[in-house]
């Protein structure tokens, strides 16, 4: 008999307070980057998804504090958004349309790679097809003009396709869609509400926090 899973990707927009005890309660939880959710976001991490080029990847990698990072150091996997296949089929057409985004393209998978060896982690790449089913998918969605979807919209999507089964309930908690202005965050929004119309994720609200609250 396959057993439930609560699977929480936690963004790092604002988070209910509320809502740390239902998030650490979850039996899977993501978190992004310098896991700025923690807190307010309740503390436990089992994944950090990373971008894994241009400057936040070498700002993590450079000795700015993110191999210590709290949440870092409790994650059991490292999760590289970005796959290097599909940015380096992007340098040429960037190069051209925002010449200023010339180090997006910049590939540090390696050294998120080599942390992970080295403290025992699992590593895992986010495949090109979910790239493309993404883009695919934010197409129907009415994306205008953007660089690149967000880490989040990428995360989700692998949940979706490679991580969920079926009895498993993935909660998104923290996403505000927006920031980058080179994110098609209107899109994704759309993209995320037709994924709960559908049945596939929820966010996170009252009534799942109260139920949390009285061990559901």
Same mark, same amino acid.
């Given at each position: 008999?396959?057993?439930?899973?609560?699977?929480?990707?936690?963004?790092?927009?604002?988070?209910?307070?509320?809502?740390?005890?239902?998030?650490?309660?979850?039996?899977? /939880?993501?978190?992004?980057?310098?896991?700025?959710?923690?807190?307010?976001?309740?503390?436990?991490?089992?994944?950090?998804?990373?971008?894994?080029?241009?400057?936040?990847?070498?700002?993590?990698?450079?000795?700015?504090?993110?191999?210590?990072?709290?949440?870092?150091?409790?994650?059991?996997?490292?999760?590289?958004?970005?796959?290097?296949?599909?940015?380096?089929?992007?340098?040429?057409?960037?190069? /051209?349309?925002?010449?200023?985004?010339?180090?997006?393209?910049?590939?540090?998978?390696?050294?998120?790679?080599?942390?992970?060896?080295?403290?025992?982690?699992?590593?895992?790449?986010?495949?090109?097809?979910?790239?493309?089913?993404?883009?695919?998918?934010?197409?129907?969605?009415?994306?205008?003009?953007?660089?690149?979807?967000?880490?989040?919209?990428?995360?989700?999507?692998? /949940?979706?396709?490679?991580?969920?089964?079926?009895?498993?309930?993935?909660?998104?908690?923290?996403?505000?869609?927006?920031?980058?202005?080179?994110?098609?965050?209107?899109?994704?929004?759309?993209?995320?509400?037709?994924?709960?119309?559908?049945?596939?994720?929820?966010?996170?609200?009252?009534?799942?926090?109260?139920?949390?609250?009285?061990?559901?």
């Amino acid at each position: 008999m396959t057993v439930s899973r609560t699977i929480m990707i936690v963004g790092n927009g604002r988070v209910d307070p509320a809502a740390a005890a239902a998030i650490d309660a979850a039996d899977l /939880v993501i978190r992004f980057n310098d896991c700025r959710s923690c807190g307010a976001g309740g503390q436990k991490t089992d994944i950090v998804a990373v971008c894994n080029t241009g400057r936040p990847a070498m700002a993590m990698l450079g000795g700015g504090g993110w191999k210590t990072n709290t949440a870092v150091r409790q994650a059991r996997e490292i999760w590289c958004v970005r796959s290097s296949q599909v940015f380096d089929a992007l340098r040429p057409r960037l190069a /051209v349309s925002h010449p200023d985004l010339a180090d997006l393209c910049d590939d540090y998978t390696d050294g998120f790679r080599a942390f992970a060896k080295a403290t025992g982690r699992a590593f895992h790449v986010i495949p090109p097809a979910t790239h493309a089913a993404v883009d695919a998918d934010l197409a129907r969605f009415g994306a205008e003009d953007y660089v690149v979807p967000s880490s989040g919209l990428i995360t989700i999507a692998e /949940v979706l396709a490679h991580w969920r089964r079926p009895s498993d309930q993935v909660v998104l908690a923290g996403f505000g869609h927006a920031g980058w202005e080179w994110h098609p965050f209107a899109a994704e929004r759309r993209y995320v509400d037709d994924s709960i119309s559908k049945g596939h994720l929820v966010r996170l609200d009252h009534t799942i926090i109260s139920a949390f609250a009285q061990g559901a």
